[in-house]
């Protein structure tokens, strides 16, 4: 782990373990950040990082977050958190409540708060709160395959929380590798992977190479249909239908809520995908292979729940559990699995 050779190197104490201070780290922004004292406060600015601290055990040291986050705590989190303080919005934060926060009743600022930022705007926010001393930011963004591990790892470190932080490490490798195992050697599809609508069919957005969600088409077992965009641009229906993509997989933007309680809105959005001008000639939509899943298991930390979920409708014979593998996530996050919750349509 390239990221936590750096951090053993940067502490200040040669042989020094996680709980001598000052420690230096590296964070994913290149930045070196000194952590003065063991972390009692933490703000978050995005639902990722909140997320990552739930999974290290650390949701009763989350005193502030962006409205992003405040909107889905009664269903991520302890409903005991109402004490969280917003803010700010995903992308304008109130520096100076930020700053109030970590103030004594003598209003002084002592070592001890951790602000988590996304690492494009961490430059931006460290310079906010350096007229603040003794605030420490990091930039993380727990949604990058290929920082995640060493991310989850380091702020396991900051935070004391090496040993969940080595747990859950372990669990995700050991269910991507499931993964990997169930797949391989077996036929790929081309897959079509939708997420908003709302500009209509002349501008669907979807998911192409260096976003997330190809990685996890690949991983999957299946091929993009998008080819030579980047991110996550918009295309037109005529586009999809000349593809003719063997699997469809709706993502829609959040639903505020853990899962949909009913099937009727999922239906819905496959039935419009399904009825739209040429459709009956796709290959997806002939196959019964259009689906509608949950998206937030699909992203930050948790993405390996969607990745089981992905394998499994691209390939029904698999022997995977998805239903157990998020079980087991929301457990490891001291949450329990809601049956009678619906998390992809049609079942799988």
Not at 136 to 159: R, S
Not at 238 to 255: F, M, Q, R, S, Y
Not at 257 to 263: C, E, F, K, R
Not at 315 to 320: Q, R, S
Request: proline fraction near 4%.
């Amino acid at each position: 782990m390239a990221m936590f050779v750096s951090l053993c190197l940067f502490l200040m104490f040669g042989e020094a373990n996680a709980a001598d201070y000052p420690m230096n780290v590296i964070d994913s922004a290149g930045r070196e950040v000194t952590i003065d004292a063991p972390i009692e406060m933490i703000v978050v600015l995005n639902s990722d990082a909140a997320e990552a601290a739930s999974i290290l055990g650390s949701t009763d040291k989350i005193m502030g977050v962006t409205d992003s986050v405040e909107k889905y705590k009664a269903y991520y989190f302890s409903n005991q958190l109402d004490d969280w303080i917003v803010v700010g919005t995903w992308k304008e934060f109130n520096y100076e409540k930020i700053a109030d926060l970590a103030k004594d009743e003598s209003g002084r600022i002592e070592p001890g708060m951790l602000v988590i930022s996304y690492t494009s705007k961490v430059s931006e926010v460290d310079e906010n709160l350096s007229p603040f001393r003794n605030i420490a930011v990091v930039g993380f963004d727990f949604y990058k395959a290929d920082t995640m591990e060493d991310e989850i790892t380091t702020l396991g470190v900051i935070l004391d929380r090496e040993e969940k932080a080595d747990a859950y490490e372990n669990w995700f490798q050991e269910k991507k590798d499931d993964v990997v195992s169930a797949i391989s050697g077996l036929d790929k599809f081309k897959v079509y992977v939708e997420g908003s609508s709302t500009g209509g069919l002349g501008s669907l957005g979807t998911y192409a190479e260096g976003s997330s969600l190809n990685d996890m088409i690949q991983l999957a077992g299946g091929d993009n249909v998008i080819e030579g965009l980047t991110g996550t641009p918009k295309v037109d229906w005529e586009t999809i239908l000349a593809l003719n993509p063997d699997v469809i997989i709706k993502v829609p933007p959040g639903i505020n809520q853990l899962g949909w309680s009913d099937a009727s809105e999922m239906e819905e959005m496959v039935d419009e995908i399904k009825s739209r001008p040429g459709a009956n000639d796709i290959s997806a939509v002939q196959d019964n292979k259009v689906y509608v899943i949950f998206r937030d298991m699909t992203l930050g930390a948790g993405n390996v729940v969607g990745l089981t979920y992905w394998a499994k409708m691209l390939h029904p014979e698999i022997d995977l559990d998805p239903v157990s593998v998020y079980e087991e996530y929301l457990n490891i996050r001291g949450l329990d699995y809601p049956c009678e919750k619906l998390f992809v349509y049609p079942e799988i």
